[in-house]
């Protein structure tokens, strides 16, 4: 019992430009465990299922952060109050947000070899704890409402993924903020709903962003919620009503990693957010984009141990 496996995405973006790697994988592999390629999301609890049964010890996800988001839910449902296993994140994406915010660079290939290299001669794999968020049954490591799927909605619209295409969202957005048009209004359509923060309900129905992480990050070194290690069991919350021209000169402190200050702007280190949408909301969980029109508790979810190499 125990030992590796692998889960690989062959629908993440990364991987989709290279679909050979899936082989280059298995012979990495080889016989200290076993790489699964997952056809669909449906597929996953089934999955964590058989993981638990074998006790798997490590786990290596290839894929981007909504695999990573997806494969993790699905564990933590499963798993329930078991042991998780260790987790690689194998960065399989385009952005790759949550290993780059902890610090887990390299290439997939070679940091697959790092870990099963020391795995077969029996040498200690150094981990860093990492707590997620939870919102309702689903485990992630940042998530929002209003700007933040807006975004993602613009960015997946692009002829192309990654960085650049990140950057020339906002580009087009500078631009036609200031001349109040259409692609802005779209980015910042609010999120109506209620708010209530440790029981604190927020003065406002309609917020340009919503955002709750467990790590600082969120893509391009944008630092929007740089308290998110601030105390155990917590994390970094923030709702905002502010409008674009008000936002733009805040960029800067954005990417500083500096605590937005602004009346307009709601940041707290939270254990539970309780949102209660006034309208079909949609939200957004570590890239993956959802919609709903029940209630979400935000809460801080489970610690697990990433992979160093």
């Not at 465990?33 to 609890?45: A, S």
């Not at 296993?85 to 194998?90: D, E, G, Q, V």
């Not at 802005?184 to 999120?191: H, N, S, T, V, Y």
Request: charged share 20%; proline share 7%.
């Amino acid at each position: 019992m125990g030992g590796i496996a692998i889960i690989h995405n062959p629908f993440a973006r990364g991987n989709l430009r290279r679909p050979a790697i899936v082989e280059k994988i298995r012979e990495i592999v080889d016989d200290f465990g076993e790489v699964i390629v997952t056809k669909n999301i449906e597929q996953l609890p089934e999955v964590a299922k058989e993981f638990l049964k074998k006790e798997i010890e490590i786990l290596g996800i290839n894929g981007g952060d909504g695999s990573l988001h997806l494969t993790l839910t699905a564990l933590i449902n499963v798993f329930k109050d078991k042991s998780l296993p260790k987790i690689i994140a194998l960065r399989g994406g385009t952005m790759n947000t949550m290993p780059n915010s902890v610090g887990l660079k390299g290439k997939t290939l070679g940091i697959l070899k790092k870990v099963i290299e020391k795995y077969k001669n029996g040498k200690p794999l150094e981990t860093l704890k990492q707590h997620l968020v939870r919102l309702n049954d689903q485990y992630g490591f940042m998530s929002g409402a209003g700007l933040p799927p807006n975004f993602l909605s613009a960015y997946y619209g692009g002829t192309s993924t990654g960085p650049w295409q990140a950057v020339k969202v906002i580009a087009r957005a500078i631009g036609s903020a200031m001349v109040n048009g259409p692609y802005i209004k779209f980015l910042f359509e609010p999120a109506r709903c209620q708010i209530e923060v440790e029981g604190e309900e927020i003065p406002s129905r309609e917020f340009t962003a919503i955002l709750g992480c467990s790590i600082k990050e969120i893509g391009l070194g944008f630092t929007p919620t740089p308290r998110a290690y601030e105390k155990p069991g917590h994390f970094h919350f923030i709702a905002t009503t502010l409008a674009p021209l008000k936002v733009i000169p805040k960029i800067p402190t954005i990417w500083l990693g500096r605590e937005l200050k602004h009346p307009e702007v709601f940041s707290r280190v939270a254990s539970r957010v309780l949102i209660t949408p006034l309208a079909n909301l949609r939200y957004m969980i570590d890239g993956e984009i959802y919609e709903t029109e029940t209630p979400i508790e935000m809460t801080c979810g489970p610690t697990i141990e990433l992979i160093k190499v």
